[in-house]
T-cell receptor
Framework: AQSVTQLDSHVSVSEGTPVLLRCNYSSSYSPSLFWYVQHPNKGLQLLLKYTSAATLVKGINGFEAEFKKSETSFHLTKPSAHMSDAAEYFCVVSEFKQAGTALIFGKGTTLSVSS | EAGVVQSPRYKIIEKKQPVAFWCNPISGHNTLYWYRQNLGQGPELLIRYENEEAVDDSQLPKDRFSAERLKGVDSTLKIQPAELGDSAVYLC???????????FGPGTRLTVL
């Protein structure tokens, strides 16, 4: 079965400094991987997705992630944090099941941004 | 384009009471999902619909949970009777058939007292 492990439950950065949110995945085949963001009292929003095309994936709001098969990682980065980036971030793998596909979420990483 | 709509946004009930959540997916999205998100956790799939058919309900606690999508558009998730452990955010999502990118609604936060 597919799974994802988010290595940090909480990350704190200062505004203007780089962001790194770490995610490792487990999959028996080439996976589809996603990062979603959840702001307080808001729905989950897709940041970016990897579906076996380019290994460096660019998403919205300046975020990007690199798929590294040798390390089974899909870390999320941003060069310069903004106050509005403070939110919960979920690494997600798509699991193929007999009845179709399902999304398997990690436990989430809370990103705090200080001024 | 309107997103996924859910109501109510918040619900507080006493244990053993029934509760229902409603979801209207994005127009044209034949696939609909219900997830439960416990505090401090990622969402977990409860049930997935393709049009009117529930194609994956393996994680739905069928003794107290039920769901329907009678006309292949709106969906209702019901809990009867509710237990304290059902307190969570219930999320609805939709997607085009065969596409694994899902669009989520804002969720219903359920508190069972």
């Amino acid at each position: 079965a597919q799974s994802v492990t988010q290595l940090d439950s909480h990350v704190s950065v200062s505004e203007g400094t780089p962001v790194l949110l770490r995610c490792n995945y487990s999959s028996s085949y080439s996976p589809s991987l996603f990062w979603y963001v959840q702001h307080p009292n808001k729905g989950l929003q897709l940041l970016l997705k990897y579906t076996s095309a380019a290994t460096l994936v660019k998403g919205i709001n300046g975020f990007e992630a690199e798929f590294k098969k040798s390390e089974t990682s899909f870390h999320l980065t941003k060069p310069s944090a903004h106050m509005s980036d403070a939110a919960e971030y979920f690494c997600v793998v798509s699991e193929f099941k007999q009845a179709g596909t399902a999304l398997i979420f990690g436990k989430g990483t809370t990103l705090s941004v200080s001024s | 384009e309107a997103g996924v709509v859910q109501s109510p946004r918040y619900k507080i009930i006493e244990k053993k009471q029934p509760v229902a959540f409603w979801c209207n997916p994005i127009s044209g999205h034949n696939t609909l999902y219900w997830y439960r998100q416990n505090l401090g956790q990622g969402p977990e799939l409860l049930i997935r619909y393709e049009n009117e058919e529930a194609v994956d309900d393996s994680q739905l606690p069928k003794d107290r949970f039920s769901a329907e999508r009678l006309k292949g558009v709106d969906s209702t998730l019901k809990i009867q009777p509710a237990e304290l452990g059902d307190s969570a955010v219930y999320l609805c999502a939709s997607s085009l058939t065969g596409v694994n990118e899902q669009f989520f609604g804002p969720g219903t936060r359920l508190t069972v007292l």
